[in-house]
């Protein structure tokens, strides 16, 4: 017991003398008498020149001695540290606990950890040097300021600290609203959710006039890719390496290599999302499709390309759309803004190839990163980028399934095949109902597709009921024209519907929007009408179910005055 007790006053007295090591790091170098010298020729510079550092972005940060004419700056030894910017020598200064990013070493053989002080990198030997190179990577979101600080000692007699040997790093605030925060909670939905996408362009001549391609022909945003997965599998991630999949979308807009990737982790995968592109002159239209998620694979991610550009992609990743409650989100609504892929170091939209070696992360490019006037979006003034596009996520329908106690794993395909047939499933679908009746000022439609009298509930479903079967068995390739269901061959699976779309020479279903709000009376006074109208996604092919109406007419009655009754 005595034992027990001493092992734990030593480890809190390790832990108070660790907390006062990241409170107070004497940086003085001891062997040195003379006092600190002035006008320093040593510098630290951080990779781009950025003004404010991206939340998790990765920097490289160096110890770089001036030339002067044919005289290089040296240096023996020196102590690189990142501390808070309200960080104060006074050991009752209680700032230890703040996170400030973390040093990393790949292939230095200049540099090493300091055993006396957090967050410090020192010199391996005494050996002349011009410069040192490390590598930082940036807190979390919320972290503020943080200042790099170094000694540098020249020889055993002239050494210089602080002044010009210190550089203050912000956080970028334009990146906050980016961030979408790590989730620490079980998906508990019981059924599955049917969401439309619907991808917005915004970027123009108008929006974001600086240094916009002459050749606006050449202007857009590539195929769209993505999926819904769950939270073991990201084909793209903030904050981290380009895979060679993306890289190829977001210097070529190529999405065949990187569809194979997603394939390739076909056991993370519920929905392979593809829809078109948008290229002039209709950059600022819209394009839409759908996907599906589940209990299991509940994020998701696309991206796309903005050409002209280098490496500059635009999208989203990671989006978690289960609810607490085991719910499914309704509605969601992203600005997107862009960001460099990290794969070539081109500034300008036109800017010719010229591969970053090595690669850097994904990161947002800002109004002050890349620290560069040429680039289309910097202002030095710090405004907000304007968003190129925004995304809409809207759900459509609930597949409803029977809940699976959570401490089966075998929640999926074989455990029903056990249980015998599989039950054709209801499918669940809200449905909003509008009078046909003439109407003082009338109601606005929701935004749900309504079944109507020239509108069958077939008609309204916009794609084909899918196999109610574990998405760990089948994957959802949705495309713009709909849904294609790829089945194991070995199961005879049920389904409410049979499957009617193939790879080859597909039958593809007539796809409509959803209704248009209805429009304003026709007259201000009097007897009118009111329309509202749908447009069509996806035309019919090789036998496909014929498209609905698309124009719906009702009467309105706007009140009058006594002198006016009747007039239009």
Not at 422 to 440: A, N, S, V
Request: with cysteine; proline share 6%; charged share 25%.
């Amino acid at each position: 017991m005595q034992s027990l007790i001493q092992l734990i006053v030593c480890i809190l007295v390790a832990k108070e003398l660790n907390r006062a090591e990241a409170i107070y790091c004497n940086r003085d170098p001891e062997d040195i008498h003379t006092p600190k010298s002035k006008n320093s020729p040593f510098r630290i510079r951080i990779s781009g020149n950025p003004d404010k550092y991206v939340p998790e972005g990765v920097y490289t940060v160096s110890l770089r001695g001036q030339r002067s004419g044919r005289y290089q700056a040296t240096f023996e030894r020196f102590m690189l540290v990142v501390e808070p910017k309200d960080h104060s020598s006074s050991e009752n200064n209680d700032t230890g606990d703040k996170n400030v990013g973390s040093f990393a070493l790949v292939g230095n053989t200049i540099a090493k950890y300091s055993n006396q002080c957090p967050n410090a990198i020192i010199q391996m030997s005494s050996l002349k040097k011009a410069e040192v190179k490390v590598t930082w990577t940036a807190p979390p979101p919320g972290s503020g300021c943080v200042v790099f600080r170094a000694t540098i000692v020249e020889d055993h007699e002239v050494w210089y600290k602080d002044g010009e040997l210190s550089h203050e790093f912000c956080e970028d605030d334009q990146e906050n609203e980016f961030y979408q925060p790590e989730f620490d909670f079980t998906c508990y939905a019981c059924d599955d959710a049917l969401y439309e996408m619907t991808f917005e362009g915004l970027w123009s001549k108008y929006t974001h006039p600086k240094e916009f391609p002459e050749n606006g022909w050449l202007t857009g945003f590539t195929d769209l890719i993505g999926a819904s997965h769950s939270p073991h599998y990201y084909f793209w991630e903030y904050g981290r390496f380009a895979s060679e999949g993306l890289r190829l979308v977001a210097e070529l807009g190529s999405t065949h290599e990187l569809e194979k990737e997603i394939i390739a982790k076909s056991k993370n995968i519920r929905t392979i999302i593809k829809a078109r592109g948008l290229a002039y002159p209709n950059v600022t239209g819209k394009t839409s499709t759908f996907f599906r998620v589940d209990r299991k694979h509940y994020l998701f991610s696309v991206v796309s390309r903005i050409a002209p550009s280098p490496d500059w992609i635009i999208g989203v990743s990671g989006i978690n759309l289960c609810l607490k409650n085991g719910s499914w989100v309704d509605y969601r609504e992203f600005d997107l803004y862009p960001l460099d892929a990290g794969t070539d170091n081109g500034i300008t939209y036109m800017s010719p190839d010229e591969p970053t070696s090595p690669h850097k992360v994904v990161i947002r490019i800002t109004s002050s990163y890349p620290n560069d006037p040429r680039s289309p979006f910097y202002d030095p003034s710090g405004s907000k980028v304007l968003p190129l596009a925004r995304l809409y996520l809207r759900r459509w329908q609930l597949f409803e399934r029977e809940c699976c106690n959570e401490s089966e794993e075998n929640c999926n395909v074989d455990q029903q095949l056990k249980m015998g047939n599989l039950k054709k499933k209801k499918e669940k679908r809200k449905q909003i109902w509008l009078p046909d009746d003439e109407e003082i000022d009338g109601v606005a439609s929701t935004s749900e597709p309504e079944v109507t009298d020239d509108t069958t509930k077939e008609d309204s479903t916009v794609v084909s009921p899918l196999n109610e079967l574990s998405s760990s068995y089948f994957l959802d390739f949705n495309m713009t024209y709909g849904l294609m269901v790829s089945t194991l061959p070995t199961y005879n699976f049920e389904s409410e519907v049979e499957p009617r779309n193939v790879v080859e020479g597909r039958v593809i279903d007539c796809v409509v929007s959803r209704w248009t709000r209805w429009s304003k009376c026709s007259v201000s006074c009097g007897c009118g009408y009111k329309t509202r109208n749908r447009s069509i996604l996806v035309h019919s092919r090789n036998g496909g179910k014929a498209c609905p109406k698309l124009l719906r007419t009702k009467k309105c009655l706007k009140k009058c005055g006594k002198n006016n009754w009747g007039r239009g």
